[in-house]
């Protein structure tokens, strides 16, 4: 069975900074991986989709990268800002779609 | 298209009540999940559907619990009688394919009293 596990759980950064969330799944036999944000009380929102033939995605200032030898992804965010406060969620995607824990980032002004 | 549509948003309902929660995927979309989020365990995935299909339900908690897809454009969870317990966020998604991204609805907010 898929396991998805995303370190840190919590990360807390001053407005500026540069920061790299992971996601790391026991199963390389995936066709993609998508990154997404849930604000509080919010459905998730879509940022990035890494097919398995890619091994990078850009989208602003969002970069995800994708390793599926080694069972993982990273999703950099550059010049955080305080608007980038969410909790973000890796999925998995065979036919089905399995998720990690979430990584909850908060960006101090 | 307005994307993903769940109804209802909000529902509060009494312990062994029967609950139907509702989802409209968007159109084209072939593949249709339902998730149930809570703080101990995160997304779980409960069901999929792909063209109208069941494809796995190994998540579904108990026999309480049973979707539907009649067609396309609309699919329910029902669960029957309800618990404390289930109280939860429900998500439905849906997706094109398998090389696509998947869409969110904005969940309902089950609470069980």
């Known amino acids: 069975k898929q396991e998805v596990t995303q370190i840190p759980a919590a990360l807390s950064v001053p407005e500026g900074e540069n920061l790299v969330l992971n996601c790391s799944f026991t199963d390389s036999a995936i066709y993609n991986l998508q990154w997404f944000r849930q604000d509080p009380g919010k459905g998730l929102t879509s940022l990035l989709l890494i097919q398995s033939s890619q091994r990078e995605q850009t989208s602003g200032r969002l970069n995800a990268s994708l390793d599926k030898s080694s069972g993982r992804s990273t999703l950099y965010i550059a010049a955080s800002q305080p608007g980038d406060s969410a909790t973000y969620l890796c999925a998995v995607i065979v036919y089905d779609m399995r998720f990690g824990a979430g990584t909850r980032l908060t960006v101090k002004p | 298209d307005a994307g993903v549509i769940q109804s209802p948003r909000h529902e509060v309902t009494e312990m062994g009540q029967e609950v139907t929660l509702r989802c409209k995927p968007i159109?084209?979309?072939?593949?249709l999940f339902w998730y149930r989020q809570t703080m101990m365990r995160g997304l779980e995935l409960l069901i999929y559907?792909?063209?109208?299909?069941?494809?796995?339900d190994s998540g579904m908690p108990e026999d309480r619990f049973s979707a539907k897809m009649p067609n396309a454009s609309f699919s329910t969870l029902k669960i029957q009688p309800s618990e404390p317990r289930d109280s939860a966020v429900y998500f439905c998604a849906s997706r094109q394919g398998t090389n696509t991204e998947a869409f969110f609805g904005q969940g309902t907010r089950l609470t069980v009293v």
């Open positions: 159109s084209g979309h072939d593949y």
């Open positions: 559907f792909n063209n109208n299909v069941p494809i796995d």
